[in-house]
């Protein structure tokens, strides 16, 4: 695994030999581990880093082990930050309560099992990585999400669009569809007005055709009175 792949992990205790001695033991467990001499420093560490477990010693001046699971648990980001105490006065349930109570997750008792300590760290870098897996799962759902959205908003847009559209072609069809009835309404009067018209003309005409009919036979009537005259 690279660099990048390395769990973060605190060692915090007083006595810098403790922490090399913590150190050596966990140095091929591909951990990124801070070191930290003080509750202060464990603290300030933790709410820059995201870390897979804090290894803590409980006896430390000024601001010991349970204190400083205290303050973590204040703040938002270390509220549920993995804690493990170690200690060799944790042995009495009543330690071991007041370790529980101020956040720890777990204890060791000194002198620490190389085995157990391992064992102990194993199971937090596990549920560390699932964790990260899940978080990255849940991020690149949320991905998903929001393209999909984003692709729905656009498709529903341009349906907008295109109802839009389709609704303006119709309302112009009707349009158009309203002047051929009216340019059809009133072509039809016209032919009605001239069929009508030639229809006058035509009983003229044969009015006077038949008056002409009528002329010529006055006409032939008289020519025949002159002849037998």
Not at 28 to 42: Q, R, V, W
Not at 169 to 188: I, M, S, W
């Amino acid at each position: 695994m690279t660099e990048i792949d390395k769990i973060p992990f605190l060692l915090v205790d007083d006595r810098p030999e403790n922490l090399i001695a913590l150190e050596s033991l966990l140095e091929d467990m591909n951990l990124d581990i801070f070191k930290a001499t003080s509750g202060n420093e464990a603290l300030s560490l933790s709410l820059k880093h995201d870390f897979a477990l804090v290894l803590m010693d409980v006896r430390m001046p000024d601001m010991d082990g349970f204190e400083t699971a205290e303050m973590m648990r204040v703040y938002p980001k270390t509220s549920r930050l993995p804690i493990i105490f170690v200690s060799a006065v944790m042995k009495d349930t009543m330690h071991q309560f007041k370790g529980y109570e101020s956040g720890a997750f777990d204890y060791l008792l000194k002198p620490i099992d190389p085995t157990i300590l391992r064992s102990k760290v194993r199971v937090f870098c596990d549920l560390f990585q699932q964790r990260q897996m899940l978080e990255m799962h849940g991020q690149q759902l949320e991905t998903l999400v929001r393209e999909r959205t984003a692709e729905l908003r656009e498709a529903n847009e341009q349906l907008h669009i295109e109802l839009t559209e389709r609704k303006r072609a119709e309302e112009a069809l009707n349009r158009l569809n309203d002047e051929l009835e009216q340019r059809v309404g009133e072509r039809t009067k016209e032919l009605e007005r001239r069929n009508h018209e030639l229809e006058q003309m035509n009983k003229a005409f044969v009015g006077r055709e038949l008056k002409m009919v009528e002329l010529k036979g006055r006409i032939r009537e008289l020519e025949e009175l002159q002849k037998n005259a």
